[in-house]
């Protein structure tokens, strides 16, 4: 069946890094554009990061540019967000998600979605 799972997550030192992993099953990464997500606590889901399918081109909020990269494997049916210089304000679950060809502004706009991996950031 088709199943995201995300993996990674843990607790980071404030400057230190993670990187997140999502392993699609049941269907290709290749055709679909992969969104990262998070939630922190008392506050609303938002899109972090994807990677369209065209050219594969890269998009972030504000927030994390210059310390987030997103990536995709095809081969392994993996993609990636690399996470540097991070900050106790990353703290949140994070989620990948897959829609076809391009990104999507919302949650909603997401077919598949993952079930998170919790990041913390804290000394």
């Known amino acids: 069946q088709v199943q995201l799972v995300e993996s990674g997550g843990g607790l980071a030192q404030p400057g230190g890094s993670l990187r997140l992993s999502c392993a699609a099953s049941g269907f290709t990464l290749a055709s679909s554009a992969i969104g990262w997500f998070r939630q922190a606590p008392g506050k609303e889901r938002e899109g972090v990061s994807c990677?369209?399918?065209?050219?594969?081109?890269?998009y972030y909020i504000d927030s994390v540019k210059g310390r987030f990269t997103i990536s995709r494997d095809n081969a392994k049916n993996t993609a990636y967000l690399q996470m540097n210089s991070l900050k106790p304000e990353d703290t949140a679950v994070y989620y990948c998600?897959?829609?076809?060809?391009?990104?999507?502004?919302?949650?909603?706009?997401?077919?598949?979605r993952g079930q998170g991996t919790q990041v913390t950031v804290s000394s």
């Open positions: 990677i369209s399918n065209i050219y594969s081109s890269t």
């Open positions: 998600a897959t829609r076809p060809l391009r990104c999507g502004s919302n949650w909603s706009d997401y077919h598949y």
